[in-house]
C-alpha cells in the first residue's frame, strides 16, 4: 500500500509505503478470508498472501492445493498496479469461471 507524501493536500510524485496503514488495511479488508504469514497455507476461503507480491498468479493457490486455473488463466504478476487493479475490480482484470462464486 502507498500514500503519497506531503501533508498539503498536494499529491506528491514520490509515493512511500506505510507498513502500518498497510497492515491497519489488510485487518480490516482482508484478514477475514486471507492470512500473510511466514509459514501456512491459509483459510478455507483464502491463501496465505505472504509473498505473493511479485509471483504469478495462482502460484501460491497452487502450492496449497487449491483450484488456480481462474487466476492461472489472467497471466499476471502480482505488481503493486496489478494488485490495486484486483482490489478495486476484481471481476474485471480476473473474469469469473464457470461454477466460480
Same mark, same amino acid.
Given at each position: 500500500?502507498?500514500?503519497?507524501?506531503? $501533508?498539503?493536500?498536494?499529491?506528491?510524485? %514520490? %509515493?512511500?509505503?506505510?507498513?502500518?496503514? $498497510?497492515? &491497519?488495511?489488510?485487518?480490516?479488508?482482508?484478514?477475514?478470508?486471507?492470512?500473510?504469514?511466514?509459514?501456512?497455507?491459509?483459510?478455507?476461503?483464502?491463501?496465505?498472501?505472504?509473498?505473493?507480491? $511479485?509471483?504469478?498468479?495462482?502460484?501460491?493457490?497452487? %502450492?496449497?492445493?487449491? %483450484?488456480?486455473?481462474? &487466476?492461472?488463466?489472467?497471466?499476471?504478476?502480482?505488481?503493486?498496479?496489478?494488485?490495486?487493479?484486483?482490489?478495486?475490480?476484481?471481476?474485471?482484470?480476473?473474469?469469473?469461471?464457470?461454477?466460480?462464486?
Amino acid at each position: 500500500v502507498t500514500t503519497s507524501g506531503g $501533508g498539503s493536500g498536494r499529491s506528491s510524485s %514520490s %509515493s512511500v509505503a506505510d507498513p502500518r496503514r $498497510g497492515s &491497519l488495511i489488510f485487518k480490516k479488508f482482508c484478514a477475514q478470508c486471507h492470512t500473510a504469514k511466514t509459514e501456512g497455507r491459509g483459510t478455507v476461503r483464502g491463501p496465505n498472501l505472504f509473498g505473493v507480491m $511479485g509471483t504469478q498468479s495462482g502460484t501460491l493457490v497452487k %502450492s496449497w492445493g487449491g %483450484s488456480p486455473q481462474r &487466476l492461472e488463466s489472467a497471466f499476471l504478476v502480482w505488481t503493486d498496479k496489478a494488485m490495486l487493479d484486483f482490489l478495486m475490480a476484481p471481476k474485471e482484470l480476473i473474469p469469473p469461471l464457470n461454477g466460480d462464486r
